[in-house]
């Protein structure tokens, strides 16, 4: 099952830009996370957000979440080249121990 | 050093030589999970286990076994691999029982089965 759906797929900006990536997600949840990952290396957590929240943020980073909607957005302000990863959005379905992971953005952030 | 490590990182094997993958955090990590990684598909859970002797089927276990015998390791068996099976394996534990928190993942094991 498909829980969290990023969009755009690619993204590529310059250096001083800003990103924006979008995550959609079909069941209701405790909290929406964020992930990184640099070409082949293991994802690493930016951000956690929880279903009561609406926003926040961590130094570059805003995350909002828009829980009538389903939808939560990532923004990275003022990228720079070492920001060019893939981005995934994870969702942990109520009630399960599961945590489901979108096909993620992939960011490149030319110099 | 925090960790999750996995072994091998990488591994070609043929059909039907059962392999493991093993994984261990020195986190004192409740929660474990695997991940395998595909082209087109994204991160898809294979099974997770949220405590010693407990384990849970993810979205995608066929093929794939696991147990939590101890808390520090949750190794991936695959009793006869498949072709189907090449792909990307990621293991990963998190300090909160179930998938309530952050994970810290391992750096994956690339396997490939002729």
């Known amino acids: 099952s498909q829980q969290g759906e990023e969009d755009p797929q690619a993204l590529s900006i310059q250096e001083g830009e800003n990103a924006t990536m979008n995550c959609s997600y079909k069941?209701?949840?405790?909290?929406l996370q964020w992930y990184r990952q640099n070409s082949g290396r293991g994802l690493v957590h930016l951000i956690l957000i929880r279903s009561n929240e609406r926003e926040k943020h961590s130094g570059r980073l805003r995350v909002t979440l828009d829980t009538s909607k389903k939808s939560s957005s990532l923004l990275i302000t003022a990228s720079r080249a070492a920001d060019t990863a893939s981005y995934f959005c994870a969702t942990p379905p109520s009630n399960t121990g599961k945590l489901i992971f979108g096909q993620g953005t992939t960011l490149q952030v030319k110099p | 050093e925090a960790q999750v490590t996995q072994n091998p990182r990488y591994l070609i094997t043929v059909t039907g030589k059962k392999l493991t993958v093993t994984c261990s955090q020195n986190?004192?990590?409740?929660?474990m999970s695997w991940y395998r990684q595909d082209p087109g598909l994204g991160l898809r859970q294979i099974y997770y286990?949220?405590?010693?002797?407990?384990?849970d089927k993810g979205d995608v276990p066929e093929g794939y076994k696991v147990s939590r015998k101890e808390k520090r390791n949750f190794p991936l068996i695959l009793e006869s691999p498949s072709p189907n099976q090449t792909s990307l394996y990621f293991c990963a534990s998190s300090p909160r029982t179930g998938a309530h928190g952050e994970l810290f993942f391992g750096e994956g094991s690339r396997l490939t089965v002729l």
């Open positions: 986190m004192n990590h409740e929660y």
């Open positions: 069941t209701s949840i405790n909290n």
């Open positions: 286990s949220m405590n010693v002797e407990v384990t």
